[in-house]
């Protein structure tokens, strides 16, 4: 039960839960109706199609609405792209009650017609159309003559097997990880107890912390354990001139270090031998990562995905190049997790995370969220395992949702 502040009733949730079997089959279904019902007096009907299932507690179940189509008979709908197993309950006999109604503002939808079917009947129309009268019950049991509301098409259907990232891994896609850290001024001089780089010999410091508890979950899923490193924003030798992608080690024809034992040590080292600087430059080195995505993907096949570790303490000096990259970046198979380190402003990188819209940049739209930003502060405290499913928890999503979109599937392992 739900209760307003003062205790009066204010309705309740049902939650519903059942056990279905596993189906790996996506469908996308191409709707469209003709002559459907006129339902307003000035226009004509608004009309959305509601689709649901009988559940194992006999109560009845949304599982999708279109989008209404605004005054029209003859509407067509955007396909409809979700798991078999949300419709059908793991039986593709169950059935399905499809369901169109013309949508009011007010919340009281004229109902128009309805039909029944199942995901065997949907995907029929794999190869060729499908079509059910549209029925109103109650009009169907006044006028003998009636013949239906309208009826509705399947003009197709496309049956894909769905992948899951696990599938994607065990096949032998090799995940790349690479290490980029800010050695901009912001952080403050090493010297310093108030730096996030501070050479501390008792203790690591703030980018230390987090490079191990982050690295060592990423590490779990890169077959080779050699991470290539880079720091981006000092003065570096020999000259001492700026760079936004010096590799850790020192050695720019082999910048990999021996798991992250080996990228902490190449970090503290190279905090010796460089100068913090900046700008905080951050498009570089996602560029320098996009060149390997870039030059996998001509092969078309699942062998490599890319991912970037970034760890920096704020503010960019190059977002809109930024944005630009990640944006040409989310068409690669590769994804960028960016850890805030410190306590400065992170708005940057929550615009980067793009969670509730694409990223945008002018004309420009992301093909997909490649990014994941995680404040470090939040998890001082925290348990491993928390660290570990937030720095995750979109990654096998996005490994999936690239080889899907490019219709990549996973690789066959040779006899």
């Known amino acids: 039960p739900l209760f307003r502040s003062k205790g009066k009733d204010a309705g309740s949730i049902t939650i519903v839960a059942e056990e279905v079997a596993k189906s790996n089959e996506l469908l996308t279904l191409y709707f469209y109706a003709r002559s459907l019902d006129k339902k307003d007096f000035l226009s004509k009907s608004d009309p959305y199609l509601e689709f649901s299932r009988t ?12 989008e209404v189509i605004k005054n ?75 013949k239906n509301s309208g009826v509705v098409y399947l003009s197709r259907t496309e049956v894909e097997r769905l992948y899951t990232f696990l599938d994607f891994v065990t096949a032998g896609c090799q995940i790349n990880f690479t290490v980029g850290i800010d050695f901009t001024g912001s952080n403050g001089h090493p010297n310093q107890p108030t730096s996030l780089h501070y050479i501390n010999p008792y203790e690591p410091n703030e980018y230390t912390k987090a490079l191990m508890a982050v690295g060592e979950i990423c590490q779990q899923y890169d077959s080779d354990k050699l991470f290539p490193a880079f720091g981006f924003g000092a003065k570096v ?30 970090y503290q080292a190279s905090l010796q031998t460089s100068t913090l600087w ?35 303490d704020g ?57 994941q930003f995680v404040p470090f502060r939040n998890y001082r405290r925290a348990s491993p395992a928390d660290l570990a499913r937030d720095v995750l928890a979109e990654i096998p999503g996005q490994v999936v949702e690239y080889f899907r979109m490019k219709r990549i599937s996973p690789m066959q392992k040779s006899s």
Not at 55 to 66: E, I, K
Not at 123 to 133: G, L
Not at 244 to 253: A, K, M, R, V, Y
């Open 278 to 312: 900046g700008p905080t430059n951050v498009a570089p080195i996602v560029n320098h990562v996009a060149r390997f995505a870039r030059d996998s993907a001509k092969s078309g096949l699942s062998n490599n995905y890319f991912i970037l570790l970034l760890l920096t």
């Open 237 to 266: 030798p020999p000259d001492s001139t700026v760079s936004h992608e010096f590799p850790l080690n020192g050695t720019p024809s082999n910048p990999y270090c021996p798991g992250i034992a080996g990228v902490v040590s190449a």
């Open 55 to 66: 559940v194992a507690d006999g109560s009845s179940l949304v599982m999708h609405r279109t």
């Open 315 to 371: 503010v960019l000096s190059d977002m809109a190049d930024t944005k630009k990259a990640v944006i040409e970046a989310s068409d690669l198979p590769m994804s960028v997790i960016i850890v805030g380190v410190g306590n400065a402003d992170f708005s940057d990188m929550e615009v980067l995370d793009a969670d509730n819209q694409r990223l945008q940049h002018g004309s420009k739209v992301a093909a997909r969220d490649i990014v």
């Open 72 to 146: 029209n008979l003859n509407p067509t709908w955007r396909p409809i792209t979700l798991p078999s197993q949300k419709l059908s309950g793991g039986n593709d006999d169950n059935k399905i009650k499809v369901s169109c109604f013309d949508y009011d503002n007010d919340g009281s939808h004229d109902f128009i017609g309805e039909f029944v079917t199942t995901v065997r009947e949907l995907k029929e129309a794999s190869q060729k159309a499908v079509s059910w009268d549209c029925i109103n019950p109650k009009k169907q049991a006044k006028k003998k003559s009636y």
